[in-house]
């Protein structure tokens, strides 16, 4: 067991269970009952309060911080798993709240993947295979479904709960016990069950100190999408012959023409 000292400055409760094998940064504190598995990474300054348990093959980043009862890590809830390694990835400076859960992927040589300065409230969960950007708010009781994709600064409403393989678009809100069947669109609000498209993300698009310019565009294009009933390859057309081709609005044309599961209307 790892004990606090000069030499690595580690804050490590004598109640915590740390394999001899893991790696644990600099400036980390360990609270009472943690469990940290043999092939667990934690880069400097993270913050594990008590009863927290990560395992598996779990790389974390630098001064994240994770409260009680969080299970971080574990093997994928996935019935087609077969073995092999599998890992999860996360960056930096994430919080996650009391009774988070993130798991491993599926398959031999895949991850689960977390960006950083992300926020997860009281019992999120992030399934096997998901790829989450970096500033996202996922409020209480959300969650992912495998392979979900989420992009930067995203917001999750409490109880919303995202169908596998669905992708949450950046700038994008969910309101609270949405049903996420297909994809979210970039910079939009969706909420429902299912879920439709309600307006722009006005004030979180202010709140990013997007300009006017792009708001008014993104403002246009959710009128051409959502509400001028038209097809939905004459709505992108319509958008690139008359909006300015600003980053965010390309963004938004080429997010709707990846979807696979078709996008919240």
């Known amino acids: ?33 943690c469990v940290i598995g043999e092939h667990v990474t934690l880069g400097d300054g993270c913050k594990l ?48 709240r009391e009774g988070v859960t993130i798991h491993s992927a599926t398959n031999d040589g895949d991850a689960t993947i977390l960006g950083s300065d992300n926020l997860l ?9 998901c790829r989450v950007g970096s500033h996202i708010i996922m409020s209480g009781y959300a969650g992912l479904a495998g392979h979900v994709v989420v992009e930067d600064h995203a917001i999750l409403g409490g109880y919303t709960a995202v169908h596998q393989f669905c992708r949450v678009g950046t700038f994008s809100m969910t309101g609270g016990c949405s049903r996420i069947a297909q994809d979210v669109t970039p910079f939009m ?9 309600r307006a722009v993300n006005k004030i ?7 300009s006017e310019e792009v708001q008014t ?3 246009a294009a959710h009128k051409i999408i959502f509400r001028e009933g038209r097809m939905l390859s004459a709505a992108l057309a319509k958008i690139e012959a008359e909006l300015p081709a600003l980053p965010e ?7 709707i023409r990846a979807s696979e599961r078709g996008i919240c209307k």
């Open 1 to 33: 067991m790892r004990k606090a000292n000069a030499t690595n400055n580690f804050m490590i409760h004598s109640t915590a269970i740390i394999h001899p094998k893991a790696k644990i940064g600099s400036d980390c504190q360990i609270g009472p009952y």
């Open 49 to 96: 309060h008590p009863h927290v348990v990560v395992d598996g093959h779990t790389v974390l980043g630098q001064q994240n911080e994770i409260f009680p009862f969080a299970a971080i890590g574990f093997k994928t809830q996935d019935l087609k798993w077969k073995g092999g390694v599998t890992r999860l990835e996360i960056g930096d400076r994430n919080v996650f």
């Open 121 to 129: 409230l009281t019992y999120v969960h992030i399934a096997h295979d």
């Open 189 to 197: 609000i969706v909420e429902g069950n299912p879920a439709e498209a």
């Open 204 to 210: 979180g698009l202010e709140r990013a100190g997007v």
């Open 217 to 219: 565009a993104l403002r």
């Open 249 to 255: 609005v390309k963004h938004l044309v080429q997010f």
